[in-house]
């Protein structure tokens, strides 16, 4: 049990996905301007990073890195069939925003589909197959790093509404600010790395 909660922890704050690792830069950046569409992007990452990281565990342990078929030749596999099974995954969200909340459907607009190439989502499958997590484990990790890029974006997205009232300089104003608010995140969250 502390094995798996020191894996959450490091997950989700010391070594966050988007302010540590710099994975899935391209939502957090576009999709933070509302805290409810962040919200919502957050929300559908840890849904899609939490199943995918089960079905990938799965798929690795009696198919691709099994030893018993081919050898456990079929490693190489491993990329072309997570975004594939991370494609799938995104296609049923997609569906079911559009049916169910039609508004954060419209609001995530472009960045949902984005969620099948973002390398967060691969990323996360690809560290438990390398640091040879059990499926359980993987979910665990899995599941703990969405929760780390839902934090992120939330956070940024809320300082990016109080932004809007400030005073920017005009060399500042719109990505740059952005990007500077960003660096001083990540180097906030440098501060969990004495955690573990």
Do not use: H, W
């Not at 957050?42 to 990281?53: D, E, L, R, W």
């Not at 089960?54 to 009696?62: A, C, D, E, P, S």
């Not at 780390?148 to 974006?153: D, E, Q, V």
């Not at 005073?167 to 660096?183: C, H, K, N």
Request: charged share 10%; with cysteine; hydrophobic share 55%.
């Amino acid at each position: 049990m502390k094995e798996l909660l020191l894996i959450a922890v490091g997950s989700a704050l010391v070594n966050n996905v988007v302010l540590s690792q710099f994975l899935g830069i391209c939502p957090f950046l576009g999709v933070s301007k509302n805290v409810k569409t962040a919200a919502g992007m957050g929300g559908a990452v840890v849904f899609v990073i939490t199943i995918a990281s089960f079905v990938t565990g799965l798929i690795y342990k009696f198919i691709l890195g099994n030893k018993n078929i081919m050898d456990g030749k079929l490693e190489y596999l491993n990329t072309i069939v997570f975004i594939l099974v991370i494609a799938a995954l995104v296609q049923f969200v997609e569906m079911f925003l559009k049916k169910a909340m039609p508004p954060l459907y419209n609001a995530l607009g472009v960045y949902l589909p984005l969620i099948t190439t973002n390398c967060a989502v691969l990323g996360v499958a690809l560290t438990n197959v390398q640091d040879g997590y059990n499926i359980f484990t993987g979910v665990i990790n899995g599941f703990a790093t969405a929760v780390g890029f839902l934090i992120a974006i939330v956070l940024m997205a809320g300082i990016r509404e109080k932004i809007e009232y400030n005073d920017i300089s005009e060399s500042f104003q719109g990505t740059p600010i952005v990007l500077v608010t960003a660096g001083l995140m990540a180097i906030a969250f440098f501060g969990f790395s004495g955690l573990i």
